[in-house]
């Protein structure tokens, strides 16, 4: 058979279009099959992968259960997971690589807030939606995130009152670990101590990760503090509350009051010397409830670890998936990052901690914030809690309040920011 | 101000801890040990595992780990670095390979996790020590009170120092490093054995760090990359102390500690450790062979 030119043409042009077709067949029948892929992006490996792995279980556990139940209107949730590799610059590679190549609705991901802001500019140029479930800094307004985790006036607006009014501390040292997080935190606490007349004697910073802390602890010994309020984060707390116990300090006379020792850190440390010392955050293992235990259970049987422990940044991990489920249900069939988010404003939730609802201004999570005391068997007693969620403000630090809003569904109202 | 110098002897005995072992082989080896980190992690990760399975304290660990350690420190000086001699800069490459699989090791349970089996005390989390009751809380000197685990590890760093002093100084074995150290390939001509003293030379070095892993244990948190700090100050002290030179060291260590100690009194810890790096530069400016050393080689 002999091909002249037209021919030709005519049969590449048919294959072609065969070889394009085929594949959107296959996709819509696959569509079909209802598979709704979701990024899940945390460190696997590298110096923050004892945390992060916590949170990506916790992400995949919450998965496992709504897929369990039939997943959302009928369609499964398909994980796609990626290793952050605790690096800022590859977190965003593959945040790329999720948002571009695989096309997630959704991203579930980072534990860090260097680790958020080096894929914040991905989903905001792309328009796609990232669920963040640590505590955090505040000062970001992203249409493109959904924030579950607590800011600092769900951490710090009752805690630092309840320090100065019922322990009757007034003398704060404030320490912390020298990056972004600590400082945006003192900042908040110096307004909060002086507003409820207390003051503050120092606000001191260590090395992120350093853990030599002979010299501040001498130095909180003789700063004439009554309390310390604790900033510190990763593994220099445990060397810190070593520390302070080793030269002779007790949380009965002086106690560390921490924004982030969690029951992670008490495990690593040893409880006996955390015993005495309190934390705030909105959520603790030790919760009484039934929803609470019931969580802490099927998290360990997932884990196939009988002594895993549940935390703050994890258990929102958790109750964000079902927050995005809710959102995906309510967005329907046409399910985009913009549906998603247009659904997922005002979205309620009973979480183990408690009701959760996605601020439908500022898109932060109502929590209620709660005060544990560290017992000696490593759990949280809880002295003090709210009875309801209160109103996230990741600007508090800047003068933000309930009725004030800098962060709004229309954005950032920069004229109210005075730096 | 007692606390103060206190502070900064403790930081200076830490740094020597650590550095003991690294002057010996990088400088009677000629040697850049990068894996050194790593044996003092072992040392920190025997103390664990034998408190769990064995039930022993702190102080019965520090056998074991000098054991444990200086095995393994044999073990890659045969394997791997009686090849790379007179080769520094590949040493430093090949010893930094076996750190990371070590660290690796550990991270994963020695590949036991891939099989679902895991070892209590060993992965990717962090470990904790039980410190021994009376190594707790505070003793009183001259009138100030001061952490006794920071007296404890002072102490063990005198008794060591001085112990390697003596097998350098006043051993046969240790009169044959010193000529290893001063000239090879005279050492050998005279009849010594050059392999075999590496060989054992290194196996202290490691075993020394197994020790430090030891004291650590007490105060820092243990885990697999706990050792690639401690290597860096490590280097700091020889370097600045010359070369193979033990009272270098300890003159080195005792002069950043207190250096370092007193800054963070007067200003902070962060502008503290500036401060160190500062005049680690100066030093090795004005004398690029350190504070002590000899001509040699």
């Known amino acids: 058979m002999k091909l002249n030119r037209r021919e030709f043409f005519k049969n590449t042009a048919l294959a072609g279009a065969g070889m394009i077709a085929a594949p959107a067949v296959l996709g819509s029948s696959a569509a079909a099959a209802e598979e709704i892929p979701v990024g899940v992006l945390f460190s696997h490996t590298g110096g923050l992968s004892i945390i992060e792995k916590s949170l990506n279980d916790a992400t995949l556990m919450a998965i496992a259960e709504i897929n369990e139940k039939g997943g959302i209107n009928g369609r499964k949730i398909k994980p796609i997971i990626e290793d952050g590799a605790s690096d800022p610059k590859t977190f965003n590679e593959k945040a790329s690589k999720l948002v571009v190549r695989d096309r997630v609705v959704s991203a579930f991901a980072c534990y860090t807030s260097a680790s958020r802001k080096a894929v914040l500019p991905v989903f905001e140029k792309r328009n796609n939606l990232l669920f963040y479930p640590t505590y955090y800094e505040g000062f970001e307004c992203s249409k493109n995130v959904v924030y579950t985790g607590s800011t600092p006036n769900q951490q710090l607006s009752v805690f630092i009152p309840w320090i100065i009014n019922t322990l009757g501390k007034k003398k704060f040292f404030i320490v912390g670990s020298n990056y972004i997080y600590p400082r945006e935190m003192a900042k908040v606490c110096k307004i909060l101590i002086e507003k409820n007349g207390g003051e503050w004697v120092a606000d001191e910073y260590l090395e992120l990760g350093h853990s030599e802390w002979g010299s501040m602890v001498n130095k909180i010994k003789s700063s004439g503090c009554d309390v310390v309020l604790s900033n510190v984060v990763g593994d220099s707390v445990v060397a810190f509350y070593r520390e302070f116990k080793n030269q002779g300090l007790s949380h009965d006379k002086l106690p560390i009051c921490a924004s982030v020792t969690s029951e992670v850190e008490i495990a690593a440390m040893g409880a006996e010397y955390a015993a005495g010392s309190y934390t705030s955050f909105p959520y603790f293992q030790a919760i009484d409830s039934d929803r609470n235990k019931s969580f802490v259970e099927r998290y360990r049987a997932y884990v196939k670890d009988p002594k895993a422990v549940t935390h703050h940044a994890m258990e929102s991990a958790y109750f964000q998936v079902y927050l995005f489920a809710q959102a995906a249900a309510k967005a329907g069939d046409k399910l985009t990052p913009e549906t998603i988010r247009a659904a997922v404003l005002g979205q309620e939730f009973d979480a183990p901690n408690g009701h959760v609802k996605v601020d439908a201004e500022n898109q932060h999570t109502y929590l209620t914030p709660r005060i544990a005391q560290w017992q000696a068997d490593g759990q949280g007693k809880i002295v003090q809690q709210l009875d309801a969620p209160i109103r996230p403000l990741p600007y508090v630090a800047y003068g933000e309040t309930e009725t004030g809003l800098y962060c709004k569904a229309s954005g950032l109202d920069s004229t109210k920011l005075k730096l | ?297």
């Open chain 2, 1 to 297: 101000m007692v606390d103060t110098l206190f502070i900064g002897l403790s930081l200076g005995s830490i740094l020597l801890l650590v550095a003991l072992g690294l002057t010996i082989t990088y400088g009677a080896m000629g040697v850049i040990n990068m894996a050194h980190g790593e044996m003092v992690m072992i040392g920190a990760y025997t103390t664990v595992l034998s408190g769990i399975y064995l039930g022993a304290n702190l102080l019965v660990a520090m056998p074991i780990a000098f054991v444990i350690s200086a095995g393994l420190g044999w073990a890659i000086e045969k394997v791997l670095v009686r090849r790379l001699y007179g080769r520094l800069i590949d040493t430093l490459l090949a010893t930094w390979g076996v750190a990371l699989v070590l660290q690796q090791a550990v991270r994963l349970e020695f590949g036991l996790s891939f099989l679902g089996i895991h070892v209590e005390g060993l992965g990717p989390g962090l470990q904790n020590v039980d410190v021994p009751d009376f190594l707790r809380g505070t003793i009183t000197i001259l009138g100030t009170e001061v952490n006794g685990y920071r007296a404890f590890i002072i102490l063990v760093t005198v008794v060591m120092t001085a112990v390697t002093w003596l097998i350098m100084n006043r051993t046969p074995i240790g009169m044959q490093v010193r000529a290893v150290m001063r000239n090879r390939s005279m050492a050998a001509a005279c009849g010594i054995d050059v392999a075999r003293v590496n060989a054992l030379t290194f196996a202290y070095g490691s075993g020394l760090a197994g020790i430090a892993g030891v004291m650590m244990s007490g105060f820092k948190t243990v885990f697999p990359d706990m050792g690639a700090p401690m290597v860096v100050d490590g280097f700091m002290v020889v370097v600045v102390g010359g070369v193979g030179s033990l009272l270098g060291a300890v003159a080195a260590s005792g002069l950043l500690g207190e250096i370092n100690g007193l800054v963070a009194a007067v200003t902070n810890d962060i502008l503290a450790r500036a401060v160190v790096f500062g005049t680690v530069i100066v030093v090795i400016v004005l004398m690029p062979r350190g504070l002590f050393s000899f001509k040699g080689r």
